[in-house]
């Protein structure tokens, strides 16, 4: 019904068909024969032709009411994707438990800010089964974690890879046997103890102290009892916690030996109160990773926050 609206409209502007084909650039006879189509289909006539110069009839009035709403939605629709692709509107929606949004998010999203400071960012603090339902519901467009999701479901985004360590009271006097295995703030930082020069820990020399754990299921947990296992020993452990980093603050304060990322360690207040070792290699490595929902379409916004973290 509104087909052709651009040459009534210009018509109606105009008040005259001569004006209206000259500038639509076409002939007067076709815009006419155009107009009276548009007028046949909808079944009233919207020019009045018997007045010069010439205007709307009733129906016509409404017409073009309803031709300048639609312009209007047109062209607010038409602002919008620009302002979209120009990141002057729009979301960023990221998920993590409390480890990532406190160490890795932060200088992620005051990069992306500084460039995109119209981008309402939401951040979401759960745990990995909680994150990975809103990310499939939508709700989420990505979310960061270390361990590896179902690749049927999420698509991955590989960040940085990190490494577990093992942090133990300083106070313990088998540390005092252990001088050369011990690392320092700077191996960790620049990430140096990774040589093989640097010698890997034999885990049983821990064996009759206490260890702190996060709960069955948790990545973290499940490669510090195979480290463990490894070494010939099973763990006696103090407590089992929801995070890494109570489990790291507990160690800290002397109360047992916990398996603790290099990001913890490197992002967060280096404690002098615990000492560091290194673990087996193959057994401590993982990758921090976003995730977003697999076949879902990557926004503006998404976009430019997979090129900051690549």
Excluded: W
Excluded at 33 to 42: D, F, L, V
Excluded at 89 to 104: M, P, R
């Amino acid at each position: 019904m509104f087909e052709g609206k651009e040459y009534v409209y210009e018509v109606y502007k105009e008040k005259s068909f001569s004006k209206a084909a000259k500038n639509l650039y076409i002939s007067q006879p076709s815009l006419s024969a155009t107009i009276k189509r548009i007028e046949k289909k909808i079944g009233f006539p919207i020019f009045d032709r018997s007045i010069s110069p010439i205007g709307l009839t009733e129906y016509g009035q409404r017409y073009i009411h309803a031709i300048e709403s639609i312009m209007s939605t047109e062209h607010d629709f038409e602002r919008y994707i620009s302002e979209l692709k120009e990141l002057k509107i729009g979301t960023l929606s990221i998920g993590g438990s409390n480890l990532f949004t406190s160490y890795v998010l932060p200088p992620l999203l005051s990069e992306f800010t500084k460039k995109y400071p119209l981008i309402q960012i939401n951040i979401v603090e759960d745990n990995t089964s909680n994150l990975e339902s809103h990310l499939l519901s939508g709700n989420l467009d990505f979310i960061v974690d270390n361990i590896a999701l179902d690749e049927t479901l999420f698509q991955q985004y590989v960040y940085q890879e990190e490494h577990l360590l093992i942090a133990v009271p300083k106070e313990y006097p088998i540390n005092e046997k252990l001088l050369d295995y011990q690392l320092s703030l700077e191996q960790i930082l620049s990430k140096d103890y990774l040589a093989e020069s640097v010698p890997i820990i034999p885990l049983k020399n821990f064996k009759d102290y206490p260890f702190i754990f996060l709960k069955p299921n948790n990545d973290t947990m499940k490669r510090g009892v195979k480290l463990c296992k490894l070494h010939g020993f099973t763990p006696r452990v103090l407590f089992e916690l929801d995070q890494q980093s109570t489990a790291y603050n507990i160690a800290c304060s002397g109360m047992g030996i916990c398996f603790v990322s290099d990001t913890l360690v490197s992002k967060s207040s280096y404690s002098h109160n615990v000492v560091y070792y290194k673990l087996n290699v193959d057994v401590s490595k993982r990758n921090i990773s976003f995730y977003s929902k697999r076949n879902k379409y990557i926004t503006y916004a998404m976009g430019e926050f997979l090129k900051i973290i690549s």
